[in-house]
């Protein structure tokens, strides 16, 4: 909010009114706070520079009610201008309201006009939320229906904590966010202290602190499963309005302790930490969301703190079956989820070089999200594991596609267990092709490949050798027929590989003949080569021990098993054979 103008504005007419008060008191502390002195201020200018008395009059109540109504029935259609017709339908006189209240003047004005109609408006959207939410508190306190009442209809005849909850679910559904400052003025109001400030205006009545306690407790228990970050983050909001700062210090302790895993973070301590490792003025170094001991929901909203690290791992949060309590599934990112990720990634500056998504579903509609992340130009993203995301050849193509765009600084990516499959490799090889991309490891185990993807691949790679290092193709269906188009790139005098896996990829001896053909040909680099269960023989491997021989060779390890379908009557399939 300190980005805003306006609320700048109001700070320093609020601070300006305070300091030249000979009793100062408290200062505010809370948004609510600000704007009921806020309000305060203006009508007592009002009346100071008309000789007027210093208390609110009825007449000053019945226009600030009124505008009360026009934002309140106004806000949930979003309607941020208004014409003389809303106006009177409100029970507005323009002219009169415009002359007898300086309020009107100050945060209520008359804008411009359109095809000759005067059009009208708040100074700020803001404005209009806490003039919203102080008719509706008003209504609450005086059981006054409420015409055009967009939550239940007898929600005003319900005890207090009973009609906050009410209010919050309804705005908790939205998708826009468009009432969470509404509903955090609202729990604000709540509170004796605003309520005896604004006086007769509200209607005040005295809550006892057993009320006022179980709507505090209404807000922490809140299950927020469904509801997007920013909803949940709202809900520590407004424990603040409602001068509620347990679960602050909470985390607070939870911080500066060194036995952090012992203790158990629910959903709300997990919303309040992500919003304050989000404001810290510290970039954090790494999160990793499974060091933090959290109940299943907890760890999910953790991800609202991706904007303020440099290493975020979000790596296989699972979710209870609803059907079966004890059955464990991948949960899957919304397309807000990864909105908040894209934001930092395009945000000035980032901080974010390494992001860590593994074993979580990610959908189309997601991955176009992440997508725009990935290809902005601020984005410095070195390190992108997707590892076990259910992506379809459809948003493998997408991710490519932003990756070629912004290739320079990315040396990691992993994609393993993806529906990547021939077509969507094609749209990745876009990246390896770029002369600024710098990747150094690319791993696609088990994505439907086939030999087709190995030539696409070695065309790519020949293009642009220089730079990978590892590569990781395991578990797909490439047979000998792969293993040659690769061995073109192996013999190639550019080539940097140390690592190669084809561990299950259906190969027989004739691929260890070409292996070895090829590194004859090109023996410097490759370090590590795994076969793990293909069709070989220990003859086949040994083979490859023959390289040794050769001064140049800097092969040191070759793992190998028996294909599966082979290994019946091995006794122990968990020990590697490595020839070095």
Known sequence: M???????WITAVVLEHMMATEKIGDLPTTMTDLYSHFLMVQTKRKKNKYHQEQELTEADMDVLLKLGRLAFEHLEKGNIMFYQEDLEQCGLDVTEASVYSGVCTKIFRRECEIFQKAVYCFVHLSVQEFLAAV??????????????????????TLPLDEFLHRVMTTSVRSKTGHLDLFVRFLHGLSVESNQRLLGNLLGWTENSPETIQKAINNLKKMNSENMCLDR?????????????????????????????????????????????????????????????????????????????CKRFRLSGLMKSSEEDPNRLSARELSETDCEVVALALKSSPSHLTELDLSWNKIQEIAANALSVGLKSPNCKLETLRLKGCSLSETSCAVLGTALKSNPSRLTELDLSYNMV???????????????????????????????????????????????????????????????????????SPDCRLKTLGLKSCSLSEISCDLLVSALESNPSYLTELDLVYNYLQDSDVQQLSALKKSPDCKLETVRWKPSLQKAEGVEDLSVWMELG
């Open 2 to 8: 300190c980005e805003i103008p306006v609320f700048c």
């Open 135 to 156: 008719y509706m508190m008003h209504c609450y306190n005086n059981k006054t229906v409420m015409k055009k009442n967009f939550f239940e209809d007898q929600i005003t």
């Open 232 to 308: 949940t983050i709202n809900l520590f909001h407004c424990l603040t309005e409602m001068r509620d700062l347990t679960v602050h210090q909470e985390i607070q302790e939870f911080l500066k302790s060194e036995n952090r895993s012992k203790k158990q973070l629910s959903v709300i301590h997990c919303t309040a930490l992500a919003y304050m490792l989000q404001m810290s003025e510290d970039v954090l170094d790494e999160l990793d969301v499974k060091h933090y001991n959290t109940i299943e929901e907890g760890g999910w909203r953790l991800i609202a703190a991706v904007s303020n």
């Open 421 to 491: 499959q021939d077509s969507g490799l094609k749209q990745l090889c876009g990246v390896l092709e770029s002369p600024d991309c710098k990747l150094r490891t690319l791993r696609l185990m088990d994505c439907r490949l086939s030999d087709i993807s190995c030539e696409v691949l070695v065309l790519a790679l020949k293009s642009n050798p220089s730079h990978l290092t590892e590569l990781d193709l395991g578990m797909n269906k490439l047979q000998d027929s792969g293993v040659e188009s690769l061995c073109g790139f192996l013999r």
